[in-house]
């Protein structure tokens, strides 16, 4: 109508948009780093990508594909061209066709085929939670189930059995089965000891269709991660800090200067708990082993 003001505009709150662009931008940066680490699976962040407003699907597909090894500039334009992708697109963006197509590039890469998922289930959580007591509780009560046995550098603890909780190695035998690319994943843990998981018997025993457990530390399971992104990632937590700290001091295997570094690495540990598929509390060892062989399974 003639004469009548045009309702005014609301008033934009620029402090809060420009704090969220920070935050966008932070979140952006992160996810681009965990994927250079290989902290995070990239057919994960490309499922991600799919939820609007996300780090995944804002992420570039160029930043995407730079993420992965030996692939440079020159590689990802003609890469780009092949997939029929803009360099502007975002992850979030791509049309149907489009995710298709970077899927499967993906998946070859990755060596993983589609819809066929290793039963591959790792089981990680800070020291003393009590993975190696829930992986015994397993053992005995879940025959189905076979669990991985590492190797490691340190000696062995009263009751641990060669060959069935520990393949235990000195650092000469350890080198020689890096330098044959014998482990599936390998890390030095309390900047002390190293532990690895052979790789035959774990590919060997998933190619049969067998439920597999690997009860590792952190660094290992992110190392899966990057080598089998269909692994199920586990994560054991504690009821509580203090319940943590009380298993590490009841369990009396460490002196006190271990026991304070293996306390300040568990802070560290407990808070990579969202890059887990999972995560269990250990508050009861039968209650929570009998939760990860539901997970295991397809129960849960």
């Known amino acids: 109508m003639s004469g009548q003001q045009a309702p005014a505009m609301p008033e934009v709150d620029r402090i809060a948009a420009n704090r969220a662009a920070i935050d966008a931008r932070r979140a952006r940066a992160e996810l681009k780093r965990r994927l250079r680490a290989g902290e995070v699976s990239p057919l994960l962040v490309l499922g991600q990508s799919a939820e609007v407003d996300s780090p995944a699907a804002r992420l570039r597909v160029t930043d995407y594909l730079l993420s992965f090894p030996a692939i440079g500039p020159t590689k990802l334009e003609r890469l780009l061209e092949s997939l029929a992708i803009s360099p502007k697109k975002r992850l979030g963006g791509l049309g149907r066709q489009q995710r298709a197509r970077l899927e499967t590039f993906v998946r070859e890469r990755l060596g993983v085929t589609a819809g066929v998922g290793a039963p591959l289930t790792v089981l990680a959580g800070p020291t003393a939670v009590g993975k190696g007591t829930v992986a015994a509780y397993i053992r005995e009560h879940f025959p189905e189930v076979k669990l991985s046995v590492s190797a490691t550098t340190r000696a062995p603890r009263p009751g641990e059995v060669e060959g069935q909780h520990y393949f235990f190695v000195d650092d000469e035998g350890f080198d020689r089965m890096l330098a044959q690319d014998d482990l599936l994943e390998w890390a030095t843990v309390h900047n002390s000891h190293r532990y690895g998981t052979p790789r035959g018997p774990v590919l060997d025993a998933a190619a049969q269709g067998e439920l597999v457990l690997l ?64 995560v269990i509390v250990n508050d009861e060892v039968p209650k929570a082993a009998a939760r990860l062989v539901e997970l295991m399974r397809g129960d849960g």
């Open 215 to 278: 009860e590792i530390d952190l660094q290992g399971a992110r190392q899966v991660r990057a080598s089998m992104p269909d692994a199920r990632l586990v994560f054991l937590a504690p009821p509580s800090w203090e319940e943590l700290v009380d298993r590490l001091v009841g369990r009396g295997t460490e002196g006190e200067a271990e026991r304070t570094r293996r306390l300040e690495t568990a802070k560290v540990e407990l808070a990579a708990a969202d890059e887990f598929d999972a």
